[in-house]
């Protein structure tokens, strides 16, 4: 029973991972003018996903971490979604929705991180499904991220012509690849640390409830 957990463990990462690493690859071979100007960029990225998998294996995240996961990876997707794919008449419109997007992950781990606490009467456990559900959200973002560019390359063009860097490549599709990558690099390190961050604040306050139920 337990080897058959840590396969389901190990299988929860690895099938995005492999989606991931795969679309990245194959982007690089399409378009080596992104890997020519932000090398370290990728770089970053990939020793990132190999970090990720050593903290998966490590860490043995349960259920209730990867539940967490999935929903942070939905509203990462939902997020994407909406910024992508509406043409916002101004650009309050389009910030208002992203701010919102990014409010709601934040408490979400905050809200993972409370529930196990309150669950397992451990901060540490609590703060653990937190950024847990941060990695693994992570990659299936990242996924959805490079995956839309393959499927909507021209809307993508679309959308990020004129973003800083568009007309440095003659291939206005290389770019859109080359600005998930740079989105990638950033992914891969503020949602950990901020789902350290947001999954504390959740895991004090569940502690605080625990201790007023207990002194009643």
């Not at 370290?40 to 190999?50: D, H, N, R, S, Y």
């Not at 990720?52 to 999935?70: A, C, E, Q, V």
Request: proline share 3%; glycine share 6%.
């Amino acid at each position: 029973m337990e080897m058959g957990n840590k396969k389901v463990n190990i299988f929860n990462i690895v099938v995005p991972i492999v989606l991931l690493v795969a679309t990245m690859i194959i982007s690089l071979i399409d378009y080596p003018s992104v890997f020519e100007k932000s090398k370290w960029t990728v770089i970053t990225v990939f020793v990132a996903v190999i970090i990720y998998i050593i903290f998966w294996i490590y860490l043995k995240p349960d259920k209730f971490s990867r539940n967490g996961g999935i929903i942070i990876g939905s509203l990462f997707i939902i997020n994407i979604s909406v910024e992508e794919f509406i043409n916002w008449q101004t650009k309050s419109g389009s910030l208002v929705s992203t701010l919102t997007m990014m409010f709601l992950i934040f408490i979400s781990f905050s809200f993972i991180s409370a529930i196990k606490t309150i669950k397992t009467d451990s901060f540490t456990s609590g703060l653990k499904s937190s950024f847990v559900s941060a990695m693994l959200g992570t990659i299936i973002a990242l996924c959805f991220g490079f995956m839309i560019n393959f499927l909507f390359p021209d809307r993508m063009v679309f959308v990020l012509k004129g973003y800083p860097g568009y007309t440095d490549f003659s291939n206005p599709r290389a770019f859109t690849f080359f600005n998930a990558f740079d989105n990638a690099s950033n992914h891969v390190i503020i949602a950990p640390i901020i789902s350290i961050l947001m999954g504390s604040v959740g895991g004090w306050i569940a502690l605080t409830i625990l201790r007023m139920r207990k002194r009643r």
